[in-house]
């Protein structure tokens, strides 16, 4: 599943080289079992292996990055992730040094399921929010997120 707008579609080649690559590491790699920490792919493109249990949509905070797309897969478990446009934000704290941008709950958003085997690709002018409980079940998530260069 994509979920995006027609202009970000068409501004980004999802099936690059560079995203290829994500997407068949993300298949030839049993993630679930990997230890979590930074695994490279190639140049411009690394992945994420972490695991946490999910929280209640209160506490979790939307977010974007402007120097890279994110890939966020469930290699176990499953969450609830919220995506909007950076454009229908407010902004409420920046910390660059670690490319992170914070907003406050947008006015409109959409909210996809997720369980393992699933992703999502979110642009720079997409915000996110991830890790929150799935029908308020709070539950323990694998999930490989990959940074991929803009």
Known sequence: MLATSIDLVMKYDYLEEKFKKAY???????????EDGRYDICDGVFAMVQRYETIDFEEGRFESHKDYLDIQYIAEGYESFGQALVCDCKLNESVPDNDVYF??????????????????????????????????????????????KV
Do not use: I, S
């Open 24 to 34: 068949q590491w993300l298949k030839d790699n049993d993630t679930a079992k990997m």
């Open 103 to 148: 907003y406050d709950t947008p006015e409109f958003y959409t909210q996809v399921n997720l369980k393992a085997g699933d992703l999502v690709v979110v642009p720079p002018e997409e915000v996110h929010q991830p890790r929150v409980c799935y029908h308020g079940k709070k539950m323990m998530v694998t999930k490989v997120v990959v940074k991929v």
